[in-house]
């Protein structure tokens, strides 16, 4: 059972998305090195072993997060950090396209030099750019493994 406590503030949601980021760098890392031998996808760019590296560096980060987004409004770090990014008008995980919006709109946020990431910190309702951009919102919850008794009268 999930219970939803209130907005994510802008310092967990930043812990969160540390957290995506580091997981992600090391994982991408041990890819490319199994792949190209290096761990970053800098090798020889004629190498169809650098194209497959260049090619992960691209999408698995935008497939673990759209993914996860879509289906149970989840990343890794959201996951650890009890957040899930939700419909504003419905409160459930956005969908596929929403999700695919957001992830877009990480990168206009990355884009402004992280101004669309600090909107949360002054932002009201604690909606970042790319929230705003796919009509989501993070939201902290607490989560029981047990379902909650029915008081019955």
Known sequence: MIRVLGRAGFWRRG????????????????LSWL?????LPFGPADSPRALIAELLYELLPAAVLVIGWARGGVSP???????????????APPGWIRAAI??????????TLGLGFL??????DKRALHDRLAGTRV??????????????A
């Not at 939201?139 to 019955?152: D, I, N, Q």
């Open 15 to 30: 812990a969160a998305l540390g957290i995506d980021s580091l997981w992600l760098f090391c994982l991408l890392g041990t």
């Open 35 to 39: 792949l190209v031998g290096l761990p």
């Open 77 to 91: 770090g959201k996951l650890l950090l009890e957040l899930r990014v939700v419909d504003v008008h419905r409160g």
């Open 102 to 111: 957001r992830y877009l709109g990480y990168l206009v946020s990355f884009a």
């Open 119 to 124: 909107w949360a910190a002054v932002d009201r």
């Open 139 to 152: 939201v902290r919850v607490e989560e029981s493994l047990l379902p909650r008794a029915r008081v019955r």
